[in-house]
């Protein structure tokens, strides 16, 4: 299409559309035309387009139902939740949430290497040991009795089955 | 250019000068409207919802001729007008960008549900088949309307083949009858630029009809 019908082809369609007789087509429109007649098999090509698009035109106005408000408010409310959900779908985040599950593992895991290692050391510490020797004498002695205890209950075991 | 009453400008005529100086969307009375959306005042939602419901569903009537669909769209194209409105820049009027969207839905609708004879669908009443089947000016009238309705189905999916933004510029042009002035005030663009875009949407239509006149294959 040669470049004085482009120029004015949206005022030409209107026009037509409107049928309009104060088009604002110059001149030289009409008479390229009347010359040119790829411009001319172009230019009906376009208009019977525009005539099909304006099937579009809805042929009645149209209202919502009643309460169309309240209804686009509890699709929102509704979609809002997804959301939430839907965060945690996402590649980022997901991604964010891993790190920080990572990070929380290797500190529970230190936290309990650490404090497995420390108890025995508290526990065989010379100092409570020396700090109380009176504690440490009853402790002894208990595990003499539990001992004489356990020696005794063999003794029976053996008595019975003989 | 029905229902558009009060919500845009009337259309320059042709006695009027044209209107070169191109419109500010940021300092309208609706880009108020806008920033007390985006900080989240509920009641001026509800505005924009009152305001453009009207239209909302008629643009989706008018591309899928059935009530019951316009409403889920419709409730769709205000669901993602409220989660998105944060990024309206303003460039635009926010009819261009609420209409955008609704074209959108429409598409993005028709593609999910892959509804191929969406016009035989729609929504006439039992009184309207009724009406047809019985009078003899409607059964004179009836392969009209088949072919009209064929001749709409063919030019939605055309529709279908083309970027979003050429479109919505075809259907603000041809279907809501605006001017290229009045697009270039709405979109923001210069009009040379609009001319531009209109050409080249008409051509890339008119390029997917005859593909698809070729046969199915080569679409």
């Known amino acids: 299409m040669h470049q004085q019908i482009r120029d004015n082809l949206e005022e030409y369609l209107k026009a037509e559309y409107l049928k309009s007789s ?30 099909m698009l304006r099937l579009l035109q809805p042929d009645r106005d149209l209202d919502p139902r009643a309460g169309f408000y ?15 959900w839907s965060a945690l779908l996402q590649p980022n985040f997901g991604r964010r949430l891993a790190m920080a599950s990572a ?53 029976n075991l053996a008595a019975y089955h003989e | 250019m029905k229902g558009l009453a009060g919500v845009l400008p009337f259309p320059v005529s042709a006695t009027e000068p044209r209107v070169k100086s191109r419109v500010d969307h940021r300092n309208t009375e609706e880009a108020a409207l806008v920033r007390r959306v985006q900080a989240r005042d509920e009641l001026a939602f509800r505005e924009i919802v009152e305001r453009y419901q009207a239209k909302v569903f008629s643009i989706i009537f008018g591309i ?17 007008i409220y989660f998105s409105i944060k990024n309206f820049d303003f460039r635009s009027s926010l009819l261009t960008w609420i209409y955008k969207i609704t074209v959108n839905e429409c598409y993005d609708y028709l593609r999910k549900k892959r509804v191929r004879k969406l016009v035989y669908e729609s929504d006439f009443s039992e009184e309207d088949a009724q009406r047809m089947q019985n009078t003899d000016t409607a059964i004179d009238q009836r392969p009209a309307v088949d072919t009209q309705l064929a001749q709409r189905d063919l030019v939605v999916k055309l529709l279908g083949k083309l970027s979003p933004e050429d479109r919505s510029l075809l259907l603000l042009k041809e279907v809501e009858g ?25 051509q890339k239509l008119v390029k997917a009809s005859q593909r698809l006149k070729r046969g199915p294959g080569v679409m």
């Open chain 1, 22 to 51: 104060s088009r604002k087509v110059p001149q030289e429109f009409d008479r390229h035309l009347e010359v040119c007649q790829e411009c001319a098999s172009e230019l009906r090509l376009y208009q019977s387009q525009a005539e």
């Open chain 1, 103 to 155: 990070v929380l593992v290797m500190l529970l895991g230190t936290y309990f290497v650490t404090s497995e290692t420390s108890e025995p050391v508290v526990a065989s510490s010379d100092v409570i040991l020396t700090g109380a020797p009176g504690a440490s004498m009853a402790a002894v002695d208990d595990s003499l009795q539990q001992q004489r205890q356990r020696d005794a209950v063999l003794v």
């Open chain 2, 178 to 202: 605006h001017s290229v002035e009045e697009l270039a005030q709405m979109t923001g663009m210069n009009e040379n630029t609009i001319k531009v875009k209109l050409f080249r949407a008409r």
């Open chain 2, 64 to 80: 899928l001729r059935n009530h019951n669909d316009a409403e889920d769209i419709a409730q769709q194209v205000f669901s993602k």
């Open chain 1, 70 to 84: 309240a209804r686009v408010m509890e699709k929102i409310e509704q979609e809002d939740r997804g959301s939430i």
